[in-house]
């Protein structure tokens, strides 16, 4: 966030982009009637908006231009461009609307206290800088994978890459399963992940407390919609019989962000909590900040900091216990074991399915913060030794495999792993153990 001279110049940036909205129709030759109309109504309102915020005391301004600027992400879609200029114009104009908006001036009506910039009873500020940075570059990665995958099936290109699967991308993009969404699947993602990189641009290093709101959309972007693309493409050999390589890619992306990410949201709900037991007002606190008494400041890292300590500032609140690594690795072999083991039918499905849901569990529970997270996996334990005995397709080598992998998972999933930050209350939950294992596990 910028303020002063960023809050001059920003207005007139975006009467410029306006301009160029409305110019864009002719300029670029647009077919679809439906797709001129939008950007030079768009235009036109952010012209107006932009011009009127320049006012003192039109904080609102900023805020309709923004919808506009999500508008501009939207049209392409919800018209079916069939021009690849206008989508990629309304993508990129939207996102600098957006912008100049409320990114680079600031949020309007934000209080912005002083206070702590670290939680209290925490060991590092969950919104620094240096931790959102992994989650905006692999929102930008998924973006541009989405943005490809987006393009072909709004028909801009006619064949699209897979390096393993063959036609697997082909196949799944085409599948019912994408047509039985009212626009293309792979625009909406292309569209959530800009937006997770807009909103982790969107605050300074205090907004765990200076804006819940914003922490809590960016929270639902990664952690709930990241979680329904990952089963989606988990469902793929289920429901299209096949892979998809750049879908396999934004899965495994977007299941890296989520325990990035979840710290934030911790020490978000952490001070909404605290400001409901002291009775303050609590909508005032959640859309425009607050402050409260306790923390600490936050350790400064400058240039001369060594690489490794600012390595280490960026994964913070996340480790890799062994058995947790492990446990992955039993889930990616057994989205391979069907075809290894020759499991068919139901029983290949299960491998398929089970398989992805024990990465993902895994994975998740590395952020210390959800390491209880972990004990899932002895639930779908369970599951694979039994299910190979009832379902359909199953042969001995299956048995054999499902059960080891099964059993291994659930002993796997005891071991608590290393906790090494501080998370204020929320300490006991993420070392939360079972009792007759909890001395073992706090000793690690």
């Known amino acids: 966030m910028m303020t002063g001279h ?3 110049w920003t207005p007139f940036a975006s009467i410029a982009l306006g301009l160029w909205l409305i110019t864009s129709p002719v300029t670029f030759g647009y077919r679809s009637p439906a797709m001129a109309w939008s950007d030079i109504i768009s235009g036109l309102l952010v012209v107006i908006f932009a011009a009127v915020s320049v006012f003192p005391g039109r904080g609102w301004t900023q805020w309709a231009n923004a919808v506009v600027g999500i508008w501009l992400l939207f049209a392409p879609l919800v018209f079916c461009a069939p021009d690849p200029a206008a989508y990629i114009n309304d993508t990129l104009i939207g996102a600098l609307v957006i912008a100049f908006s409320i990114l680079i001036p600031g949020m309007p009506g934000m209080r912005m206290l002083p206070g702590p910039e670290v939680p209290p ?3 590092y500020n969950p919104s620094s800088w240096f ?3 992994p989650v905006i570059a692999l929102g930008i990665v998924s973006f541009v994978i989405a943005r490809y995958l987006a393009a072909f099936q709004l028909g801009y290109i006619d064949q699209v890459w897979d390096p393993f699967f063959g036609e697997g991308t082909r196949r799944a993009l085409t599948s019912s399963v994408s047509h039985a969404w009212p626009v293309s699947d792979a625009g909406l993602g292309a569209l959530a992940y800009l937006l997770e990189v807009l909103s982790g641009f969107m605050g300074d290093r205090l907004r765990w407390r200076t804006m819940p709101w914003m922490v809590l959309m960016f929270g639902v972007l ?3 919609l990241g979680l329904t693309s990952i089963i989606l493409v988990i469902l793929q050999p289920v429901a299209v019989g096949t892979w998809c390589t750049l879908c396999l890619i934004t899965a495994l992306t977007m299941l890296i962000m989520i325990p990035l990410a979840v710290d934030e949201v911790v020490a ?15 909508w005032t606190n959640f859309w ?3 402050t409260m008494v306790g923390g600490a400041a936050e350790e400064a890292i400058t240039y001369q900091t060594p690489a490794r300590e600012i390595i280490a500032s960026v994964v913070r609140g996340v480790t890799l216990p062994w058995n947790l690594v492990v446990s992955a690795l039993i889930g990616l072999w057994l989205m391979a074991a069907p075809a290894v083991l020759g499991a068919r039918d139901l029983s290949a499905g299960n491998d398929y ?6 990465t993902v569990v895994a994975v998740i529970a590395m952020a210390e913060v959800l390491r209880p997270g972990r004990y899932v996996n002895i639930i779908l334990g369970l599951w694979l030794i039994a299910a190979p005995w009832f379902l359909a397709g199953a042969n001995a080598a299956t048995i054999w495999n499902d059960g080891i992998a099964g059993l291994a998972l659930i002993l796997l999933s005891l071991p608590l792993g290393p906790v090494r930050q501080r998370y204020g209350g929320w ?8 009792g007759p294992i909890r001395r073992r596990s706090l000793a690690e």
């Not at 399915?353 to 024990?358: K, S, W, Y």
């Open 427 to 434: 300490t006991q939950v993420a070392r939360w153990t079972p």
């Open 288 to 290: 425009r900040g607050g």
């Open 121 to 123: 009873g925490w060991s």
């Open 268 to 282: 978000m709900g952490q001070f909404l909590a605290q400001v409901h037991r002291e009775r303050q007002p609590f």
């Open 6 to 8: 960023a809050v001059r």
């Open 353 to 358: 399915l089970v398989g992805p849901l024990i």
């Open 131 to 133: 931790q959102r940075a």
């Open 222 to 224: 990664v952690i709930p």
